[in-house]
């Protein structure tokens, strides 16, 4: 089943440019686009090793750091809420929580924060729903240094042990890739939103190398130190195969003109979901869909009826 809201929006308040693409390939790669160390043939384990090590952990910090803000931001409706010091393998993560019983936890994308969240914030607070709501490891008021996926996994985790009940989980972008990441590992949800979520299946090292005119050894050899830290579970991690696996009712929001994730690859995917609908709007792009009034309510609706199932 798929919707058209049909409504086009304004910016509220952009944050850094959006990672696009999930860590690793969402399906079964060809030997061209996805390595692994294990997979690699010995010429280019080789060649590999004749890229600097300045020229690696220039690209590798590229692909993996974040930029912060001067200045953390905060949603207006977190304001008198206490914040909580979660910790995790990443350090110490930021946490707000609102509401007694199961909560919905929001989780923001690449170089943004909780303030993504200030309209379905004050919705979910409209109808006395439970939130939690956190900045991920390497963002906003959160520690940390490395901040793709596999993090935000560890990050989401942790608030959830430590905030939870959790019972359903609304998710942006690569935050969508983190939180599916914590699903497989053990969080459990009900309902699952995914707004713009990542699901392109070719090697984003190699994206990334090719737009910055990186050599493809580089690039290698920064994915198999990344590779090596995050262990070959989480390297291996298959976004498409979870998500049409997964146990439970799912809704994934996405604009028909985002700049960063094709709405093309969610068209592909959510046909073979368990229990999945996708919503097509127009006009909104990668950002301004998680703020736009009729997606808000139409989330609402969604995690809230959840409680009554």
């Given amino acids: ?88 393998p990443e350090g110490t993560v930021a946490a707000w929580r609102r509401g007694d019983g199961p909560a919905v936890l929001l989780v923001h994308g690449w170089e943004d924060d909780n303030s993504l969240w200030a309209p379905l914030i004050d919705a979910l607070g409209e109808r006395e729903r439970a939130l939690v709501v956190l900045d991920l490891p390497a963002h906003g008021f959160s520690e940390g240094e490395w901040g793709l996926a596999p993090q935000a996994a560890d990050g989401i985790l942790a608030v959830a042990g430590a905030l939870g009940p959790i019972d359903a989980v609304v998710a942006h972008s690569f935050g969508s890739g983190g939180a599916m990441i914590a699903i497989s590992e053990g969080l459990i ?75 093309s690859d969610s068209q592909e995917v959510l046909p073979n979901c368990r229990r999945g609908e996708l919503v097509v709007v127009d006009g909104l792009t990668h950002r301004r869909t998680v703020r736009d009034p009729e997606v808000v309510a139409r989330i609402v609706d969604f995690v809230t009826e959840a409680r009554h199932q």
């Fill in 1 to 88: 089943m798929s919707g058209d809201l049909n409504r086009a929006g304004t910016d509220d308040g952009r944050a850094g440019g959006e990672v696009e693409e999930f860590l690793t390939v969402s399906a079964p790669p060809s030997p061209d686009e996805y390595w692994r160390p294990s997979s690699l043939p010995t010429e280019t384990l080789l060649m590999t090793e004749e890229a600097s090590a300045e020229a690696v952990q220039e690209f590798l910090r590229a692909n993996v750091v974040p930029a912060r803000r001067a200045e953390p931001r905060l949603a207006a409706g977190l304001a008198s809420v206490d914040k909580q010091r979660v910790e995790s």
């Fill in 189 to 263: 949800v009900d309902r699952a939103v995914f707004i713009a979520p990542p699901l392109r299946t070719s090697n984003r090292w190699l994206r990334y190398a090719k737009r910055l005119g990186v050599s493809e050894h580089v690039a290698f050899a920064a994915q198999s130190i990344y590779e090596q830290r995050i262990g070959p579970a989480r390297a291996s991690f298959d976004f498409r195969a979870e998500l049409t696996d997964l146990d439970a009712d799912l809704l994934v929001i996405h604009s028909a003109d985002d700049e960063r994730a094709a709405l």
